[in-house]
């Protein structure tokens, strides 16, 4: 059985009601992950380690043990300039250049993704999208353009 190790980095604290029904987003990924391992079949385990970005600008000292980064959303935008902002964005780049293998996965629209894009070679726009939230526009087909 493999484990697959992923860092959490909390970028904001989901509303009032959302923590009392769900949980704060260590559980919600948590149980998250869980049930998405158990609809495949699959042998694989997780840990998931929360690292406060936001608050205390925590990060893994060492980031070579996860295998995968997911970001939470937060109220902030990945343009404002706000020292937990920046140090994540520049976090963001650095892994991207540095360490290829570990997958990012930014959920919501400011600021997870926002870092994520600006550092894929890939060229994002607002019309060019793939979701899967139930409460946004129909699914759509990421398009992608090449720089």
């Not at 980095?9 to 260590?26: R, T």
């Not at 109220?75 to 140090?87: F, M, P, R, V």
């Amino acid at each position: 059985m493999s484990t697959i190790r992923v860092a959490l980095f909390v970028c904001d604290v989901p509303l009032a009601a959302v923590v009392e029904k769900d949980g704060d987003y260590p559980v919600i990924f948590n149980e998250l992950l869980r049930q998405s391992l158990s609809l495949a079949d699959s042998s694989a385990s997780f840990i998931l380690d929360s690292y406060d970005v936001r608050e205390k600008m925590e990060y893994p000292k060492d980031i070579d043990e996860y295998q995968g980064i997911i970001m939470t959303g937060s109220a902030a935008s990945a343009y404002e300039n706000l020292e937990w902002i920046n140090q994540l964005v520049a976090y963001i780049a650095s892994l991207a250049e540095e360490k290829p293998h570990i997958k990012l996965i930014g959920t919501s629209t400011s600021p997870s993704h926002q870092p994520i894009c600006a550092t894929n070679p890939i060229y994002f726009s607002r019309d060019m999208f793939w979701t899967s939230n139930p409460w946004s526009r129909p699914r759509q087909r990421l398009r992608t353009k090449r720089r």
